[in-house]
Every structure is written in C-alpha cells, then in structure tokens.
C-alpha cells in the first residue's frame, strides 16, 4: 500500500521519468543473452551500412552497371526495415511469425532475380522472357511456401486439408526449380554462358550457386521446423534465416558490386 502511494507521488513527478524508465525497459530492451535478438540487431546493421555502401559506390562504375548497384541497395534497405520490425516484435513477444519474412520476400526475391536480367543486359541484348520467366518462378516458389507456412499455425488455411503443408512445399519447390532450370540450363544460362566476358561469366556463376546453395536453406528450415517435428525450434530458425539473409542478400549484392566495378574499370 505504502510502496503504491509512493509510486504514485513518484509518478507525479516529471523527474519521475528517470526512475520509471529503467522498470519500462526491463521489459522492453533487447536482453544481454537474447542470441537471436541479438543476431536480428546485428542484421539489421549489416543491411543498413550494405545499402550506404552500394548506393555511394554508384558513382564509382559505368552507366550500365548502375542500375544493379541501385537494386542491390534496394534488396538490403527494404530487408533492413523488415528487420527492425522483426527484432522489435522478437524484444517484446520472445517470437517473430515467419509470415513477416514473406513479405519481405515478395518484395526483395524478385529484385534479386532482376539482377540477373540486369547483369546480362549490362552484356548484351536479353528477351523479356527471361525476366518474365524468373518472376513466375518466384512467385510460384513464395506463394507454395506461404500456403503451407500459414496452415501450420491455422487450421483454416489448410485449403488442400491436412496435406497442405506438404503440398505448399512442393509447389515452392517446383518455383525453385524452375528458376534453377533458367539460370543454369535455360537462355539465361546460355546467355552468360555464350556472350558474357570471363569476369561476368564468374560473377554470374557465383549468384547461380547462391541461389542453389544459399537458398536451399530456407526450404530446408521449412522441412525440419514444420514437416520433421511437431514443434519447431524458433530460436534456431530465426538465426538460421538471420544468417541466410546476410549471404542471399549482402554477399549477392557484394558479388554483383565486385563485377560492376571491375567491368566499369576494364572498359
Ligand atoms: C532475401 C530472401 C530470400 C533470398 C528468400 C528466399 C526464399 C526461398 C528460396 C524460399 C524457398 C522455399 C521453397 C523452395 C519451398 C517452399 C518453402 C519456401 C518458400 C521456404
């Protein structure tokens, strides 16, 4: 009762602010031994000072390299402020729904399957197929995995019954596939492969294997977190895609940098 009155003079206070604010962010802060809000800041960070770093190196490389550079930015800016929401809704509620990641994904998957439009036109004349090509693949991919991500947590989503969480991965998966296909063995392929100079052939080659390599870890925390168990492992899957990010989004955006300067020097 004492202790009630006195917060209440406390409060009364403007001073009152001082000593209210520590209880406030006890609650609010990101804790010292919060791994994973941890490694959401720490993304958050690197996709900021990303974006700064491939914008102010626009002026740096040739007029037709820029456009890529402007888009790279554009994948972490757009990333960034995914996540810092993300982080703020992980402080505050110890959990992040996976739903917020696929919008982010809706916006930021397509940039990056125009980078490679972007690359080859930097070379040589391209049909809008094999951007047109991309896009379905990508959609096909996210709209799969949002369907079976959805159904887990709610029932009423599950439109194919109780096989739509399997039946969302393999429509994702078909997308992904498909994407493969063009890049490696489709005309987008045969494009880098027949008209492209060696630096961009490699630079090309290096995406191709992180959209293998690097993006097969997000199907892979949907078959372990929601397919192989029952109860997903949210700590993991968040630093797993965390980390995903910083290499499907900085080090893609650093490879098409890399090429773009090195092209702009050369000509
Ligand atoms: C920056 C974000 C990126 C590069 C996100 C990529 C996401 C994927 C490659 C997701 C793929 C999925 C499948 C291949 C199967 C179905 C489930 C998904 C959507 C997780």
Redesign the pocket.
Known sequence: MIKTLKRALIAATPISMLSVMPAFAETKMLPADDYVGISFWLISMALIAATAFFWLEIGRVSAKWRTSLVVSGM?TMI?AVHYFYMRDVWVEFGSTPTVY??I??LI??PL?MIEFYLILTAITKVSSGIFWRLMIGTLV??I???I??TSFTDPNARIFGEATITI??I???L??AYILYEIFAGEAGQLSAEKAPASVQSAFSTMRWI?TI??????L??LFGYMLSDTPDFNSLNIIYNL??VL??IA?GVIIWSVATTESNNA
């Open positions: 994948v990333a990641r696929y982010d994904w930021t998957v990056l991919m996210l799969g995995g949002y079976g991500e969302g991965f429509i994702g998966m997308g992904w959209v690097g993006w097969a870890i997000y199907p925390g949907y995903a990010d499907n989004k893609f």
